[in-house]
């Protein structure tokens, strides 16, 4: 059965780059792969894609500051934010993606970042 | 960007009531709407794929209709444990987009 786990720094100072991993574990990674992320005013967001073809697509409110890629040796997908603000406060998720349709399942638990100086 | 527009943002509900929750595309979407649930302190879950589509695992009290711009999720005879916020989905197009969110409590 798959299981997710994201983790990253907690704390982000400003205009630094947020890097988070998601680790995979009991099933294939040779899959499509989306990172999202919550907050209580903004709700949920998707964040950016990377399909099995290679491919990626990114969300363009992010302004081109997020780039996802994926490390097959090590089972694991990875994000990174680049010049964040406090507007990137959020709980982040990974979260395996349906091929045919783009739904997202499973979900990781999540990780929460912080910015903040 | 697709919005989708979910109704309502709150209900109170009791145990064994049929529930309808509703998502409204800004554009037409085909049948590409997902809906999820999401417990506090918990991530989301998938409960219905391509509009209509069960899943293993969830109960079949949960069901999913429409195409195009209109959606529905029913809960028939909702359990203590629906308890939930309830989220649709649209993967038509980039950017893939949520709706706000309907968040079910007991009354």
């Known amino acids: 059965q798959l299981q997710l786990q994201e983790s990253g720094p907690g704390l982000v100072q400003p205009l630094e780059t947020l890097s988070l991993t998601c680790h995979i574990s009991g099933d294939s990674i040779s899959t499509s792969w989306g990172w999202l992320r919550q907050t209580p005013g903004k709700g949920l967001e998707w964040i950016g894609s990377?399909?099995?073809?290679?491919?990626?697509d990114y969300n363009p409110s992010l302004r081109g500051r997020a780039t996802i890629s994926i490390d097959t040796s090590k089972n694991q997908l990875s994000l990174r934010l680049n010049s964040v603000a406090a507007a990137d406060t959020a709980l982040y998720y990974c979260a395996r993606q349906g091929s045919a349709w783009f739904y997202f399942d499973p979900w990781g638990p999540g990780t929460l970042v912080t910015v903040s100086s | 960007e697709i919005i989708l527009t979910q109704s309502p943002d709150f209900q109170s509900v009791t145990p064994k009531e049929k529930v309808t929750i509703t998502c409204r595309a800004s554009q037409a979407i085909g049948r590409s709407l997902h809906w999820y649930q999401q417990k506090p302190g918990q991530s989301p879950r998938l409960l219905i794929k391509?509009?209509?589509q069960s899943l293993s695992g969830v109960p079949s009290r949960f069901s999913g209709s429409g195409s195009g711009t209109d959606f529905t999720l029913t809960i028939n005879t909702l359990e203590v444990e629906d308890v939930a916020t309830y989220f649709c989905h649209q993967s038509t197009n980039v950017p893939y987009t949520f709706g706000q969110g309907t968040k079910l409590e007991i009354k």
């Open positions: 990377l399909y099995s073809s290679g491919g990626t």
């Open positions: 391509s509009a209509s």
